[in-house]
């Protein structure tokens, strides 16, 4: 009966244990992201879930019900900003939607822990599973992808090489390396682990020689053949937050043009350096331009007054427009201040249940707000404006989360990139992990990034990932700031899907491998009694409990 009694309070403190570490592992991964950034709190974070998942009586049910604890622990913190928008409940469906995919990461994760060199398999999972993440479901939501916490960390360098999957995949495996070594030592004094312990110190030291290695192709560049820009950025602000914003429309183009002649003021009396063009955010003037006079008049005026292009952020009512479908483009245009408009970039990639609502008789039933989304259509083109003889690659607000908006456009000739934003809906920590996604896309593509916000926060980066000037939050204010212009192209520019591939393709054949295995070794089974010693023995996982 002690016995029983024994075994029954050790197998509850190992359960209780293991929730602690699975929701402490993903308030730990929710604070390497602005506006923490504790880039080192994802390692930490994954090392938890990787030292839950891998002991051998948590079967595949119970990882899966680890891995949601472990994502609701992440994105309820990592999204409260949703809730600001649109109110707690669409903030907690969305959060519970993107939990699932750490929860169903868990499942490969405990059939692949008996496998020799699982942090390597793990990781390549890891990343598979964001890559679906990004496509699934309405067009993907990529926001919480590992990559991202890492733009103030070592291992952002890996960007330049691979993009933001390699950069998950590296910060992934160093996560699952540290829970295998901290396994294996905690097993030194029982089993011989020269062989466990190899494959994840091998890891860890190439992952440090890699990152020292890759750090000098990072380093700031003076531009292809020395050629630089001056770019100003105009961050108007708006009356007030909240979603009402656009009730106050002209008030918004009023504070961006008032920003901007002021700036035309300086640049008369020397406070600030002539700029070959002006970049204003997102939704500037969601007065249509095109068919408002007085919005014409007044953005030509700004043009004129600082004597440079305007990359105007606006919403174009389209051809099938009706009073009760007001379908329209979210559109950046070059305002020449002689010519007037000029070439645009119509939004490629919109936000569902923000700019378009999927099923909108359905989900209208779960909330006010989803009448206040709108009825915007994706766009296409190169993703690229000619601005003062200049090849700029926009990426506006939503689609510099997606990998291919800013590749496509370097690839089309980009020379810098700009992502104009409209955070009025947010929060400034929405708008601090927009950034983050800049300083990633500077790595990645090796350009210059010019981050343009109605509220803020405005900045301009450097190829290096580094900020060389920044506004405030809910502020109006302007940069001015001379950035290299650069046309060499990336190893990521140009490999990044195909290392996403690659990795997904390891992911797959590593499961295939492994279950191919257990059908054929019944005693290998991951939770069978006789699996469970074999890891033991291997040491790669925990020592089996008495059950009673």
Excluded at 233 to 239: A, E, K, L
Excluded at 497 to 513: E, G, K, R
Aim: aromatic share 10%; with cysteine.
């Amino acid at each position: 009966m002690r016995e029983v009694s024994a075994g029954s309070a050790h197998a509850l403190l190992r359960r209780l244990s293991e929730l602690a570490a699975a929701l402490g592992g993903g308030l730990l991964l929710a604070a390497s992201f602005p506006p923490l950034s504790w880039w080192a709190g994802a390692i930490g974070g994954l090392a938890l879930l990787g030292w839950v998942l891998a002991d051998p009586l948590t079967r595949a049910l119970g990882g899966f019900g680890y891995g949601l604890l472990f994502g609701l622990a992440f994105y309820l913190p990592l999204l409260p900003w949703v809730g600001v928008m649109v109110g707690p409940l669409p903030w907690v469906a969305l959060a519970v939607v993107c939990a699932l995919f750490p929860a169903v990461f868990a499942v490969p994760a405990v059939l692949l822990r008996g496998l020799t060199g699982w942090p390597l398999w793990w990781a390549a999972w890891w990343t598979a599973i964001e890559g679906l993440k990004g496509v699934f479901p309405f067009g993907g939501f990529p926001w919480g992808t590992v990559g991202f916490s890492q733009a103030d960390g070592p291992l952002a360098v890996f960007a330049r090489l691979g993009g933001v999957p390699l950069v998950s995949f590296t910060t992934a495996l160093v996560g699952f390396c540290v829970a295998a070594v901290a396994l294996l030592v905690r097993r030194s004094v029982r089993t011989d682990l020269k062989g466990a312990v190899g494959v994840p110190v091998a890891c860890l030291a190439l992952v440090i020689l890699a990152t020292t290695a890759i750090g000098p192709m990072v380093r700031p560049s003076t531009g292809q053949a020395g050629f630089t820009v001056t770019v100003a950025v105009v961050q108007g602000n708006v009356p007030r937050l909240g979603l009402d914003f656009n009730a106050q429309r002209r008030a918004v183009l009023d504070n961006h043009v008032r920003e901007t002649l002021r700036l035309a003021e300086d640049i008369r009396s020397g406070r600030a350096a002539a700029p070959q063009f002006v970049i204003w955010p997102e939704n500037s003037s969601d007065i249509d331009p095109l068919i408002n006079e007085d919005a014409w008049r007044q953005i030509t005026r700004a043009a004129e007054a600082v004597g440079a292009p305007i990359l105007v952020g606006t919403v174009l009512a389209r051809p099938e427009w009706t009073s009760a479908t007001p379908v329209s483009s979210n559109s950046v245009i070059v305002w020449d201040p002689v010519t007037g408009p000029g070439q645009r970039h119509d939004k490629k990639i919109v936000q569902p249940f923000g700019e378009y609502l999927p099923w909108r008789g359905f989900f209208r039933h779960f909330s006010d707000y989803a009448d206040r989304a709108g009825y915007f259509v994706a766009g296409n083109g190169s993703g690229v404006v000619q601005a003062a003889g200049v090849p700029v690659g926009v990426t506006t607000c939503w689609e510099v989360i997606f990998d291919r908006a800013a590749r496509e456009a370097v690839l089309n000739g980009a020379q810098i990139l700009a992502v104009p934003s409209n955070n009025a809906t947010f929060n400034e920590q929405m708008s601090r992990q927009q950034l983050a996604f800049a300083k990633i896309r500077a790595i990645e593509h090796g350009r210059s990034v010019v981050v343009a916000g109605t509220t803020g926060i405005s900045a301009v980066i450097t190829p290096a990932g580094r900020v060389v000037a920044d506004t405030g939050f809910f502020e109006p204010a302007y940069l001015v700031e001379r950035i290299p212009l650069q046309a060499s192209v990336t190893p990521a520019t140009r490999w990044a899907p195909y290392v996403q591939w690659a990795l997904i393709a390891i992911a797959v054949s590593a499961l295939a491998i492994s279950l191919i295995s257990r059908s054929l070794n019944p005693s290998s089974r991951a939770g069978s009694p006789e699996g469970s010693r074999a890891q033991a023995v291997n040491g790669w996982a925990w020592r089996p409990s008495r059950r009673a």
